[in-house]
């Protein structure tokens, strides 16, 4: 398997990552003296040095648990999806620029505070990658900022004008009446929200930063459905937050938390601030959007057609892949990754019955049972069949892990209003207590762009093993800061949703050929996603080159690889975290094999890497090496 990759970052985790050793190391050896020795000395010395790791580590979790709760103040979304209604629980984030230089300021405060605070030569290794990761985010957050114009705030799979109707749907609980105030008051603050994003997408406009053509359109279809019927006509069917209102309002009548004259008084209210504040949001967006689409650009569309684009891109890997890979770097490692899995499908295909790849899939593609049937009874029964899949691994996971998931899963349709022909299926964690279960959003506009085969991978995935295991695991962290609950990087958690994809093999999810076929197919289009990313960005492929090449090299329906490389397009470098971080994983598990021998156990290192929590690629790597260290200090079982 070619990793020609991580060896940028080689010298600096070398000397971390023997500095914590010794740490670790020493720690061990004091725990053997002291079961085996009478007191002394240099042991009491020892101990003395664990104590002060412990309290110098508890120290910093109490100071970054302080700040986070200020993080949690400033962002009252965040608070939410947190579980919690005590923290502006009425009202949204201010999205202005002005607030972000509040915060990234914040942000630096923090740092020098805990640098002048705590004593890094004391942490245990554990306060070492927490105190770590808290420095590293402000590298980000500052690298985020100087190019923050550059980054579409009316972007593809993040974006205002349908990320907070989703917001106010899915994670605003009402469970009373002061639940309902909170919700209208939040009903209130989205044309504020809206006005605020529109204003910094006209400022990055200004500087010369226009959206691909298609994705105006795409913007502007949206902000009209969101506007489109009640309670902004007197018939039609109900807009997607007036429907939700009236639902929310229904369950409060129902059970009894508010009379028929309250419900009616609440109606009357919202339907005043859907009118008066809403509206005006999306009509103020719809006439920017209108107006600039004109210089929405085509053709080539990358980042390298931005201003200061090449060391935007640049930013864009290191922030998405965590590591100093170049574009180059990771071109030809997709190629050399399309060209491997090429010869594993062939392998597969050949050892199925069939004469190679394209042979099983020509077979397949004439089979008409794996084929669901393109109306709400065909995406019924792929909902069916990917909860009974979510169910299935479930059942698995005792033989790969020690760790059980805690919390719901459901996989559900990705509502209308966001809904496109051929668009990714994504993740969403439950809340901390459980008010909310972790969802799988699939879109179904049209099932077969999907096939039977593909759904257990594609649950694998998103699901379980994959990121809503990987949410609920990270949501009950203990012995950490709160922050480390709430912080992601796209290299690690999409690394282990493609290496859940090829755990499930192993967990025997797969039934049959065509599913395990089925999975190399997944694979190989994240293979091909580092070719198209780095395609468009770096080399200045147009859209149709990028379908181009992606047809060339797959089997995937024209739907899927048109709203994929539409995807790409729009959020530079997040397409290749997901190979960098999968090829991570899977070199340290060989490693440890290696190492280890008959003292490797699978369960230990699955349960390590997602134990953990979300980590920079560099930091996982350096526990993954403690924990081999570790291991071969037991002593062989049996």
């Known amino acids: 398997m070619s990793i020609c990759t991580h060896k940028v970052l080689a010298t600096r985790q070398a000397t971390c990552y023997k500095r914590r050793m010794r740490i670790v190391l020493a720690v061990a050896l004091l725990a053997s003296v002291a079961a085996c020795s009478p007191t002394t000395p240099a042991v009491d010395e020892k101990a003395a040095a664990a104590q002060g790791q412990q309290a110098e580590t508890a120290k910093l979790t109490a100071f970054l648990d302080a700040k986070f709760e200020e993080q949690i103040q400033m962002s009252p979304e965040l608070a939410t999806r ?83 109707p989703t917001f106010l749907i899915d994670s605003h609980k009402v469970a009373d009446t002061k639940d309902m105030d909170a919700y209208i008051a939040r009903l209130g603050a989205v044309g504020a929200a809206l006005k605020q994003s529109t204003e910094r997408a006209k400022a990055a406009a200004a500087d010369g930063v226009h959206m691909p053509k298609f994705q105006y359109e795409r913007v502007i279809k949206e902000s009209q459905q969101q506007i489109t019927g009640q309670p902004f006509a007197k018939s ?48 103020h967006l719809l006439a920017w959007a209108k107006a600039d689409a004109v210089k929405g650009t085509t053709g080539k569309v990358g980042a390298i057609s931005l201003p200061q684009g090449a060391a935007w891109y640049a930013a864009a890997l290191r922030l998405n892949t965590t590591t100093e890979m170049t574009a180059d770097q990771i071109h030809r490692l997709g190629l050399d990754e399309v060209k491997r899995i090429h010869d594993e499908m062939d392998k597969l295909a050949v050892s199925a019955g069939f004469k190679d790849a394209k042979d099983l899939v020509a077979a397949r593609d004439k089979r008409k049972d794996l084929k669901l049937a393109e109306n709400d009874e065909g995406r019924a029964e792929y909902l069916k069949i990917a909860n009974e899949q979510l169910e299935k691994a479930k059942a698995k996971l005792p033989a790969f892990f020690t760790i059980t998931p805690k919390y719901e899963t459901v996989v559900r349709r990705e509502p209308s209003f966001s809904e496109v022909p051929g668009g990714a299926a994504h993740a969403s964690r439950a809340a901390p207590d459980g008010s909310k279960p972790g969802i799988v959003y699939v879109h179904l506009a049209t099932v077969n762009s999907f096939p039977k085969p593909q759904i257990p991978a594609l649950i694998c995935h998103e699901g379980i093993p994959g990121h809503l295991f990987q949410g609920d695991v990270a949501l009950r962290q203990t012995g950490v800061p709160k922050f480390r609950t709430a912080t992601g990087y796209s290299a690690f958690s999409e690394g282990w949703g493609l290496y859940s994809e090829a755990l499930c093999k192993e967990m025997g999810v797969y039934e049959d050929p065509l599913q395990d076929f089925a999975r190399l197919e997944l694979e190989l289009w994240r293979a091909v996603r580092l070719v198209d990313d780095t395609g468009i960005h770096a080399l200045g492929w147009s859209e149709d080159e990028a379908v181009k090449y992606a047809k060339e090299n797959t089997w995937a329906d024209d739907n899927f690889v048109h709203s994929e490389v539409r995807r790409f397009i729009l959020n530079p470098g997040q397409a290749c975290a997901y190979k960098i971080g999968q090829l991570t994983i899977v070199r340290l598990r060989d490693e440890g094999k290696k190492a280890l021998g008959d003292k490797f156990d699978i369960r230990a290192f699955n349960d390590l890497v997602i134990g953990g929590g979300s980590l920079p690629l560099p930091i996982f790597e350096q526990r993954v090496h403690a924990w081999i260290d570790a291991q071969k200090s037991q002593p062989a079982k049996g």
């Open 82 to 164: 947190q579980g919690r209604k005590d923290a502006g629980y009425d009202k949204l984030n201010d999205r202005s620029e002005a607030n972000q230089d509040k915060i990234l300021a914040w942000r630096r405060q923090t740092v020098s505070d805990m640098k002048a605070q705590i004593d890094r030569a004391k942490l245990s290794p554990e306060g070492l990658d927490n105190y770590d990761i808290w420095a590293g985010e402000l590298d980000r957050a500052e690298l985020s900022a100087k190019f923050r114009r550059q980054s579409y705030i009316y972007g593809f799979n993040s974006s205002p004008h349908s990320d907070l």
């Open 236 to 283: 039609g069917a109900d807009t997607p937050l007036w429907a939700d209102f009236k639902k929310k309002l229904k369950g409060l009548t129902d059970g009894g938390k508010a009379t028929l004259e309250q419900a009616k008084a609440y109606e009357d209210v919202a339907r005043k601030v859907m009118l008066e504040t809403v509206k005006p949001g999306y009509d």
